[in-house]
Nanobody
Framework: AQLQASGGGLVQAGGSLRLSCAASGRTFSTYAMGWFRQAPGKEREFVATIYWSDGSTRYADSVKGRFTISRDNAKNTVYLQMNSLKPEDTAVYYC????????WGQGTLVTVSS
């Protein structure tokens, strides 16, 4: 049972990346899945979440209008499309699952160069 995140990498400011997270076993939640991130020297912070029942979404103010979270029900997978990336988006991005987010993936590094 695991959350497998992928899609991180190095991109220039203004560029785009898409993160993916596939849930298996007990880590798949019919409640919600989402993303947190942790930048070097900073606390972990919420990025976005999607509620499985109705597909509603919620975003951190810092990413609204630039990031889009979506899901593929058949694949138990959630995506984070990140556009207009900024250097301050540089962080390790963690996929999370469940009510209260008890399940965490291993993280994928996103580096945005200026």
């Amino acid at each position: 049972a695991q959350l497998q995140a992928s899609g991180g990498g190095l991109v220039q400011a203004g560029g785009s990346l898409r993160l993916s997270c596939a849930a298996s076993g007990r880590t798949f939640s019919t409640y919600a899945m989402g993303w947190f991130r942790q930048a070097p020297g900073k606390e972990r912070e919420f990025v976005a979440t999607i509620y499985w029942s109705d597909g509603s979404t919620r975003y951190a103010d810092s990413v609204k209008g630039r990031f889009t979270i979506s899901r593929d029900n058949a694949k138990n997978t959630v995506y984070l499309q990140m556009n207009s990336l900024k250097p301050e988006d540089t962080a390790v991005y963690y996929c999370v699952s469940g009510q209260g987010y008890p399940y965490w993936g291993q993280g994928t590094l996103v580096t945005v160069s200026s």
